[in-house]
């Protein structure tokens, strides 16, 4: 597992620390951004309720639960920057978890585009190149082990 540098570190907790204790709405952008650029994905989530739009889709309670777990696995590997492969059986596991749902690889690519949007969107003038790369650096590493977990569920076809 690649690590990260010192400066990677600080930048990544510094910024995530200036969301605030309350990431949910942070990870609604993020999610209303992946729909933008991948709709398909929209259908992945398919609750009881009727979520035909990204904006009914926001309002469920599954869905804002969904974001939340999202939100506290990017908390624990900032948490965890110091030693990432901690997380690695936790982040083979979310592989398979959506692989078995029909998730590719290949958005994963577009989860981390998403990632960026948000932080961009939250942090304005604060989202500095050296930042965007710090957390590229991070997010290579978390979906190196996601990609890993999910080629062990079936047939690698990320591309």
Not at 23 to 39: N, Q, Y
Not at 111 to 139: D, H, I
Request: hydrophobic share 45%; aromatic share 8%; charged share 15%.
């Amino acid at each position: 597992m690649e690590t990260l540098t010192g400066k990677d570190k600080e930048l990544i907790r510094g910024s995530w620390e200036s969301l605030g204790n309350n990431k949910v709405p942070h990870g609604v952008v993020m999610f209303s951004r992946l729909f933008e650029l991948e709709p398909a994905l929209l259908s992945l989530f398919n609750y009881n309720t009727n979520c035909g739009s990204t904006s009914d889709l926001v309002s469920s309670p599954e869905f804002l639960g969904h974001v939340t777990k999202v939100m506290l696995v990017i908390d624990a590997a900032v948490s965890h920057l110091d030693d990432l492969h901690s997380l690695e059986d936790i982040l083979l596991n979310l592989g398979r978890k959506h692989q078995a749902v029909g998730v590719s690889t290949q958005s994963f690519k577009v989860v981390g585009e998403s990632l960026l949007y948000m932080l961009q969107v939250s942090l304005g003038a604060g989202f500095t190149p050296a930042l965007r790369q710090a957390w590229l650096n991070m997010y290579a590493i978390v979906v190196a082990a996601m990609t890993r977990g999910w080629a062990t569920n079936g047939e690698h076809t990320a591309e």
